[in-house]
């Protein structure tokens, strides 16, 4: 079935720096999703990207989707304490009902 | 109302037992999303409803049964589970079904499962 690769698995930052993590499909996705999962909680949608080389900004967080539609990344700059959690992407192909998520990236924040 | 309801929070029950997860949702949703969710590890989809009708079964085992009876809520009955089975169970709901790339997951906040 279709996959979703996801790295890094663990990124551990002091406060202040810079977090990113990206995705890989090994086939053309039609569009790509972000959540986020705080610690004992439940998946929130973040961000869709839908067109080729997409970016989009959220604040401090960047979006973008590659040009061949089979790879995405997160980028957060200046981290804060309340940025832990773990981010999956989630990728859909063909049925806009399958939503098929990465294997997570998990971020800690140091103060 | 934005919330997907999910009873109970927590859910302890032995291997011969029968127990129901329920999930509710006011927001208009036409899809329903049942996910398992192990430590550590990304959700995986488990079934799906489209208009009260499942489209999709990611070949779950038959002792997961879900049922749609109206279009705010989605239950999952469980029976003869294996401790395997113990996990994160979390429901979610979208918009629309049609072929349409504008679809988000809204989730539940889940029940915790421990099957002894």
């Known amino acids: 079935g279709q996959q979703v690769m996801q790295i890094p698995q663990y990124q551990h930052v002091q406060e202040g720096e810079d977090f990113t993590t990206y995705c890989n499909s090994s086939?053309?996705?039609?569009?790509i999703q972000w959540y986020k999962q705080r610690p004992g909680g439940h998946p929130v949608f973040l961000i869709q990207l839908v067109k080729s080389g997409e970016v989009k900004k959220q604040k401090r967080l960047t979006f973008q989707f590659g040009e061949a539609k089979k790879n995405s990344s997160l980028h957060i700059t200046a981290t804060q304490t309340t940025d832990v959690g773990t981010y999956f992407c989630?990728?859909?192909?063909?049925?806009?009902?399958?939503?098929?998520f990465g294997s997570g990236t998990k971020l800690n924040v140091k103060p | 109302d934005t919330e997907v309801t999910q009873t109970p929070k927590h859910l302890v029950m032995g291997m011969t037992n029968k127990k129901s997860l329920k999930c509710e949702q006011h927001?208009?949703?036409?899809?329903m999303y049942w996910y398992k969710q192990k430590a550590k590890k990304p959700p995986e989809l488990m079934f799906v409803?489209?208009?009260?009708?499942?489209?999709i079964n990611e070949s779950v085992p038959s002792r997961f049964s879900p049922e749609c009876p109206n279009s705010s809520l989605l239950n999952l009955h469980l029976h003869a589970l294996q401790p395997e089975d113990s996990a994160l169970y979390l429901c979610?709901?979208?918009?629309?079904?049609?072929?349409?790339?504008?679809?988000?997951?809204?989730f539940g906040s889940g029940t915790q499962l421990s099957v002894l």
């Open positions: 979610a709901s979208s918009h629309k079904t049609a072929r349409t790339p504008n679809e988000k997951l809204f």
């Open positions: 409803y489209s208009y009260e009708k499942l489209s």
């Open positions: 927001m208009g949703h036409r899809a």
């Open positions: 086939t053309t996705l039609s569009n």
């Open positions: 989630a990728g859909q192909w063909n049925n806009f009902n399958k939503f098929y």
